[in-house]
């Protein structure tokens, strides 16, 4: 009875060291193994079995892409402000024996050299570069630091900056600059608007003027226009009606010289003529010499000068 117990507890034993001989590795793992304490490979994704006893998993590293975040970092620039910056480092383990092997803490080793980094690229710059240049800035630090940690199997994808803190006076100059430059744009946008709405006022008062004008010239032109053809219908009305005097005083004339009148009835006839050309407007009548000689038509020519 003692025996059968004695081999059931060696067959667990053993299912059990069986067991923790079996490993399986998970999706963007590795495991490092040691074979008596020297490295001997590394296990990749799968079902893996190792010697008891003798093999060991030293290390079990993730290869998914890692984000750290380090503290605020107080760094001086070249114009000596002192300032603090805190960065974000994007790196991804590439070889698992370097990373287990290469240093002994390797955030801490990222983060020193991350600090030490960024001091020397802002030390070579001033104040307002540095506030305008974080591409640039990213750019040599990421440069910097995958050289740096390949010997120990990571690969840096990224460096931002995440904040950049200036000194509290550095940060009252900076907001006074802010707001002197938005007063600034407001009031060149106010002029702009007031110049535009006076230009746009007097071309409204230039085309009233101008449509004024053309109304005063349209209406001008009509009224001489009117002027022109009343004139010319007076005209026409006076020629016509001296036109029918002349007829009337030539049929006159003419009927008395078919009566058989003398000289002296017909040169009579003449000043009655003239007097009703006069009208009863005229102030003066200017009578033909041959007229003048006739003594006995002296009365005639005075009633008419009247």
């Not at 053993?14 to 490979?41: D, F, N, T, W």
């Not at 305008?132 to 040599?140: A, D, F, G, P």
């Not at 000043?271 to 009365?299: D, H, M, R, V």
Request: one cysteine or more.
């Amino acid at each position: 009875m003692g025996a059968i117990v004695a081999f059931v507890v060696l067959l667990i034993l053993a299912l059990m060291i069986l067991m923790s001989c079996i490993k399986i590795v998970p999706q963007a793992h590795a495991y490092v193994v040691e074979r008596l304490g020297a490295y001997q490979q590394t296990w990749s994704v799968g079902l893996h079995i190792k010697v008891p006893f003798i093999d060991t998993v030293a290390k079990r590293v993730n290869l998914k892409e890692q984000v750290v975040d380090f503290a605020p970092q107080p760094v001086i620039t070249k114009d000596n402000v002192t300032m603090r910056i805190d960065t974000v480092v994007f790196f991804q383990i590439t070889d698992p024996k370097l990373f287990a092997y290469g240093v002994e803490n390797p955030i801490m080793a990222i983060e020193n050299l991350t600090a030490t980094t960024l001091r020397n690229i802002i030390g070579e710059m001033e104040l307002d570069q540095t506030l305008t240049s974080r591409e640039v800035i990213n750019t040599k630090m990421r440069a910097s630091l995958d050289i740096a940690t390949d010997p120990w199997g990571i690969k840096v994808n990224r460096v931002e900056l995440k904040n950049i803190i200036p000194p509290a006076a550095i940060q009252d100059a900076m907001e006074k600059q802010m707001k002197a430059e938005r007063e600034r744009r407001e009031a060149i946008l106010r002029a702009e608007g007031e110049k535009k709405s006076t230009i746009l006022v007097a071309e409204g008062q230039k085309e009233s003027a101008i449509l004024e004008a053309e109304a005063e010239k349209q209406s001008a032109i009509l009224r001489a226009e009117a002027e022109k053809e009343k004139m010319i219908r007076e005209a026409e009305g006076e020629a016509e009606a001296i036109l029918k005097v002349q007829q009337a005083t030539a049929d006159g004339i003419r009927m008395i010289r078919e009566a058989g009148a003398d000289e002296a009835v017909l040169k009579i006839k003449s000043l009655e003529a003239f007097e009703k050309a006069a009208n009863g407007q005229a102030t003066k009548i200017i009578i033909p010499s041959e007229i003048q000689g006739i003594a006995g038509l002296a009365a005639s020519a005075k009633e008419i000068l009247k």
